[in-house]
């Protein structure tokens, strides 16, 4: 499967492209916008893609029509104002997925953040009210995934770490804000496209104790 991972460079997309690469099932095209970020996936042989977020949905297109699916792990990252939040994160997610639309990919996964589908929710998690505008930027960009007409996959991860993977989560529709490595949630993310039985699902993602194929089966 060809997979087009926008957001290439941040610290999932790394893992997803380099877990992709592992797979030998898989071939990732690491979408990327500054230049200096090519040297780095072209050395380790990954067919590399320059496109702004901020650009035109036809740009992502072009690079889509290769792809037989998308996964949005891109973000502004926290460094970054409101502003770019709701250019990346939410109008960046809603182009990527026009531009799937466009060029007829239909297989598209987004990672999203825990609890955001409560975001308007009285009892929400505390997180989310110490990031506002990341929390319904990332609220409406699923709400979007959720009507189109894509085969999506949302996941949720709770706190990001650096740790090695377990290969052992928890997954449900509401979990508590808890941890989970970025190595896990790239595997998480595989194993959603392997399988189909995740197309039409969201779910939270936590550390947990059941292999990832296993729990994503309980959904």
């Known amino acids: 499967m060809n997979v087009l991972v926008i957001g290439a460079n941040g610290k999932i997309g790394e893992r997803l492209v380099r877990q992709l690469q592992e797979s030998k099932k898989h ?25 702004d977020l901020e650009g035109s949905i036809d740009d992502i297109a072009n690079v889509a029509k290769d792809a037989d699916a998308v996964v949005f792990t891109a973000g502004s990252g926290g460094h970054t104002g409101p502003d770019k939040t709701m250019l990346i994160d939410l109008d960046g997610a809603i182009k990527s997925m026009k531009a799937a639309q466009q060029a007829s990919v239909k297989r598209f996964i987004m990672v999203s953040g825990i609890g955001v589908h409560r975001w308007h929710d009285t009892n929400h998690l505390d997180w989310m009210d110490s990031s506002p505008v990341y929390s319904a930027a990332k609220y409406y960009a699923d709400a979007w995934l959720e ?45 959603s496209l392997e399988n189909n ?23």
């Not at 095209?29 to 990954?46: D, N, P, S, W, Y």
């Not at 928890?170 to 979990?175: G, I, K, P, Q």
């Not at 104790?209 to 729990?215: G, K, Q, R, V, Y």
Request: glycine share 6%.
């Open 27 to 51: 071939n990732p095209i690491a979408m990327i916008r500054k230049e200096e970020q090519l040297k780095k996936f072209e050395e380790q042989g990954v067919k590399t893609a320059l496109v």
């Open 147 to 191: 009507r189109s007409d894509l085969d999506y996959t949302i996941i949720r991860p709770g706190s990001l770490t650096n740790d090695i993977g377990t290969g052992k989560v928890t997954v449900a529709d509401d979990l508590p804000h808890k941890q989970i490595s970025r190595e896990d949630v790239a595997s998480a993310i595989i194993t």
């Open 197 to 219: 039985e995740t197309i039409g699902k969201s779910f939270d993602i936590i550390n947990g104790e059941m292999p990832i194929l296993e729990a994503l089966k309980t959904l």
